[in-house]
Structure formats: structure tokens, C-alpha cells
T-cell receptor, first 115, second 115 residues
Framework: DQQVKQNSPSLSVQEGRISILNCDYTNSMFDYFLWYKKYPAEGPTFLISISSIKDKNEDGRFTVFLNKSAKHLSLHIVPSQPGDSAVYFCAASAGYGGSQGNLIFGKGTKLSVKP | EAQVTQNPRYLITVTGKKLTVTCSQNMNHEYMSWYRQDPGLGLRQIYYSMNVEVTDKGDVPEGYKVSRKEKRNFPLILESPSPNQTSLYFC??????????????FGPGTRLTVT
């Protein structure tokens, strides 16, 4: 049973426009959520995170929104740049209520930003 | 430079021949973890370690072993590799604590092919 779902395998966006990547989760014990970015032939790198006590976290062009009632989070990239083209993974952990060592990843969404 | 290193980066082996993939970090991190990435399945956690001599199973531990004798090293051992273990493997490390655990540093990956 997939606990973290990224239902869009790919997304194509024009440079300068907004990119919105979505993620749904099923485990109500999750209380910390993250986005990782992965370029080909490299390991994933941490991008942005949000705790369940917040509904929004912003870092430059990147904003993550959390809707706990819907068990949904999204990553907004504004404006999108060609260098943002990568695979984005949503991840979740039950840091307080569950095992702190277990980080659950989604399947990833491949973002392509076209010039 | 702070980094996680993995060796080898590429490996082709035959079914049943024991192999070890090494992982080392130079950031004095307590936490280390192994993941595998497969097409359409995203990143799945194999094993993790919260500190020296402490290891726990992730979501897909079957067919793998790990050890944590030193803080900086966390080797992944395949005692009898099978073709279904053909995958891209990532090692990661972080400090402890919910926020820190989410922000893991990943190695560059090891592409393993078992024939």
C-alpha cells in the first residue's frame, strides 16, 4: 500500500510560469513532509520541508503548501527556470509519533521546464 | 567538502556472488540509510541506522544485510544477489532529530546489475 503518492509521473511547464507538483499521503501519523530534487546521475538533494503544525513554508522561488484535512501537499515553483528540470520526490516521516528513521518517498514527478 | 561517498559506482555481477557496496560520510552524522530506486517505484528504504551498532529494517530489507561498526561507514551487503536486486542504490546520512532526519545528504548512487 503506497503511503505517499505522486500521481503525475511528469509535468511540462513553460519557463517563467508556475510549476505545481502534487503529493497525497494516507498515513495520518505523518507529521513532517519534504521535497527532494534529483538530477540524472546524481543523488537526491533536499529542497524544502514543512511540519504538520504549519500550512505553508516558503524559500525563495519554492513554496510548499500542506492541507492536512485533505492529506495533500503541493510544491509551487515560481517562476520556473530550465535549471529546475529534474525529478521531484515528495517524502514523509512520522517523526514524533512513529519511527524517526523511516522516511517514505513517493514515486517522483519529472518536471520539464521549456525555454 | 561535506559528502557521502559510495563505491563502486557501477557493478555488474552474477547471481549468487556475494558483494558489498561501501558508504562513507565525513559529516559526523549519527543517522545513515540505504535506499533503492527502481523505475515506477521511486525511492524505497532498505535499512537504516540511528547510530553505531544500531540498525533497523526499512521497507524492503529482504536479501540485504548492513553493519554499522563505525560512525562514518555503513556498508550494504548482498550475500546472494539475485536479478531482482538489479537497481540504483543510494546511501544517505543526516544528523538526528525530526527536522535533521528529513534533510538527508545522499551519495551519488551505485548502479548494480545482477545477471
Amino acid at each position: 500500500d503506497q503511503q505517499v503518492k505522486q500521481n503525475s509521473p511528469s509535468l511540462s511547464v513553460q519557463e517563467g510560469r508556475i510549476s505545481i507538483l502534487n503529493c497525497d499521503y494516507t498515513n495520518s501519523m505523518f507529521d513532517y513532509f519534504l521535497w527532494y530534487k534529483k538530477y540524472p546521475a546524481e543523488g537526491p538533494t533536499f529542497l524544502i520541508s514543512i511540519s504538520s503544525i504549519k500550512d505553508k513554508n516558503e524559500d525563495g522561488r519554492f513554496t510548499v503548501f500542506l492541507n492536512k484535512s485533505a492529506k495533500h501537499l503541493s510544491l509551487h515553483i515560481v517562476p520556473s527556470q530550465p535549471g529546475d528540470s529534474a525529478v521531484y520526490f515528495c517524502a514523509a516521516s512520522a517523526g514524533y509519533g512513529g519511527s524517526q528513521g523511516n522516511l517514505i518517498f513517493g514515486k517522483g514527478t519529472k518536471l520539464s521546464v521549456k525555454p | 567538502e561535506a559528502q557521502v561517498t559510495q563505491n563502486p559506482r557501477y557493478l555488474i555481477t552474477v547471481t549468487g556472488k556475494k558483494l558489498t557496496v561501501t558508504c562513507s560520510q565525513n559529516m559526523n552524522h549519527e543517522y545513515m540509510s540505504w535506499y533503492r530506486q527502481d523505475p515506477g517505484l521511486g525511492l524505497r528504504q532498505i535499512y537504516y541506522s540511528m547510530n553505531v551498532e544500531v540498525t533497523d529494517k526499512g521497507d524492503v530489507p529482504e536479501g540485504y544485510k548492513v553493519s554499522r561498526k563505525e560512525k562514518r561507514n555503513f556498508p550494504l551487503i548482498l550475500e546472494s544477489p539475485s536479478p531482482n536486486q538489479t537497481s540504483l542504490y543510494f546511501c544517505a546520512s543526516s544528523s538526528l532529530g525530526t527536522v535533521a532526519l528529513g534533510r538527508q545528504y545522499f551519495g551519488p548512487g551505485t548502479r548494480l546489475t545482477v545477471t
